[in-house]
Nanobody, 118 residues
């Protein structure tokens, strides 16, 4: 089993920054993908960014140039640095870990709220 705990959410004004963290623990393989998703009220959950254990990253078009995903493999932590935040970034942000031999849908954290005021 794998447990994921997100932190770092909060209330910030438009144009501000936040850094989210997600700490993973449990039966973690060295090769895995870690991702951030978000879900705004009344909307479907969407992928924000992904990083492989080798450091390859991928971003949603809506956050390219503003958000940066990174990870510390020695601590099994993934970060999401969010700059130039916009009100439309308001959502619950979820961390996901996917690895072979785990659940097809991956492991998920409980989510952390990010609210951007205009």
């Amino acid at each position: 089993q794998v447990q994921l705990v997100e932190s770092g959410g909060g209330l910030v004004q438009a144009g501000g920054s936040l850094r989210l963290s997600c700490a993973a623990s449990g039966s973690i393989f060295s090769i895995n993908d870690m991702s951030w998703y978000r879900q705004a009220p009344g909307k479907q959950r969407e992928l924000v960014a992904t990083i492989t254990s080798g450091g390859t990253t991928n971003y949603a078009d809506s956050v390219k140039g503003r958000f940066t995903i990174s990870r510390d493999n020695t601590k099994n932590i993934v970060y999401l640095q969010m700059n130039s935040l916009k009100p439309e970034d308001t959502a619950v942000y979820y961390c996901k870990l996917y690895q072979r031999f785990g659940p097809q849908g991956g492991y998920w954290g409980q989510g952390t709220q990010v609210t951007v005021s205009s």
